[in-house]
């Protein structure tokens, strides 16, 4: 995804002309009872693992998710708002985001589940085999 750095969001877009992330997996615990945990964050995610945003800022039961990222480690996300680029949900960090940090809801990890139901690889999936050839 680093490759699509600037590269305009677009619903639903999977290639450089615009780009869209979503997903699903298990979920990773970044709560301390109701509360945003930075210090669970920094323990539990792993690169990979996919953020989820919600404009409300609440967890509740089931927010209703508008926005996803991807984490890449040491408290850093890549995300498409806007443009690709990439924040940081701590805020001793230049590049961090208040605005998404405070409105991050959950968290998954999809990279154990690649092969199950509905997860495979980009570079093995049906629709890219068929643009290389």
Known sequence: MKRLLGVPYLWGGTSVKGMD???YGEKV?????????????????KPGDLLFFSSGGTKGINPRITHTAIYLGKGK????????RI?????????YDDFQSRKLVGARRILNSVGTAGISRIDQHAFYQTLSN
Do not use: H, T, V, W
């Not at 996300?77 to 690709?84: T, V």
């Open 21 to 23: 992330c979503r997903g």
């Open 29 to 45: 615990d970044i709560y301390d009872q109701d509360s945003l945990s930075i210090s669970k964050c920094m323990a539990n995610l």
């Open 77 to 84: 996300f890549i995300q498409a708002a806007g443009l690709i």
């Open 87 to 95: 924040n940081s949900m701590l805020k001793c960090e230049p590049d």
